[in-house]
């Protein structure tokens, strides 16, 4: 078993939205108290700064996928992709949607991430922290949000069998028609009955940008990297649509990216 040790990220390489500086970060392959670093995982919903807190990452150790008494046990540092071909291989059902959501079980699961009717959380038995193994019973979840404080590493899945390729199909096609510009996904929650992408259209920011940032034109709630894209500017961008969408629509936008 792998110790922790300490690796350099270039966060501008690192994350999906392609901003951010060079930093050395925590690898934790020991379950422990971290509590002076903030988790991070795959870096799919992330936008950093320079005066980002110091973060760590689950290393090697907590990569694997076992199967034991009818449950599914996913270290957390597992990616979505390596679960889909497991479940593909082996005839599981309920992973076909993890084509689309890029990130690691922990990321995942912390965010409850998901797409339409579906959401990781609906198929969670319960998740490991260093308190041991937490029951989903006992944990808040709702769209796009869980109360998880601990780091996760690993999560326990229910087995269901049956792999659907037609909906895995499906799944890919709507990634196909989403922006292929760097980004970190959508930039907002949808308002209950609402989109957010209706919204930033509807306020005229649909293709707006300041410098290399952009709401783009092909989903206005994707915040796209055309380049050179800065902090600064996502920033800019983002406080610009809430203000707008709260004073056209007195409605608040609530941001899916996390900000560092
Ligand atoms: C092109 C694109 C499309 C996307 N489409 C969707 C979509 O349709 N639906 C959707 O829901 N999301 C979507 N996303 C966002 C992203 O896929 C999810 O938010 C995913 O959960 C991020 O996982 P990550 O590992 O990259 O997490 P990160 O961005 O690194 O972190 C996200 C959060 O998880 C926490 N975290 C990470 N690891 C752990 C851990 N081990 N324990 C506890 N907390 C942890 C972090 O502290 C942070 O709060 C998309 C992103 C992109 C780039």
Known sequence: MLKNYFKEINFSKYTSIKIGPKASVLVINEIGDYSKHHIFGLGNNALISN?????????????????????????????????????????????????????????LVKMNAGLKEWEIFSYVHSIKTKAGYIKKEDIEYSYRHTN??????????????????????????????????????????????????????????????????????????????NGEGTYEDAKYLISLAKEKVKKEFNIILEEEIISY
């Open 51 to 107: 005066s980002h807190p110091d973060f760590a990452v689950l290393g090697e150790n907590f990569s694997y996928i076992k199967e034991e008494n009818g449950l599914l046990y996913v270290g957390a540092a597992t990616k979505s992709a390596r679960l889909l071909t497991y479940a593909k291989k082996n005839n599981l059902a309920n992973f076909e949607f993890l084509g689309k959501l890029p990130g690691n079980m922990g990321g």
């Open 148 to 225: 998880i404080k601990d780091i996760i590493y690993e999560v326990v899945f229910n087995i269901e069998e049956g792999f659907k390729k037609e909906q895995a199909e499906i799944f890919k096609i709507m990634r196909e028609n989403q922006p292929q510009t760097p980004s970190a996904g959508s930039c907002f929650k949808n308002p209950i009955n609402d989109s957010a992408g209706r919204l930033i259209e509807a306020v005229g920011l649909k293709g707006f940008s300041k410098g290399d940032m952009s709401f783009s034109i092909k989903h206005s709630n994707f915040l796209v990297n």
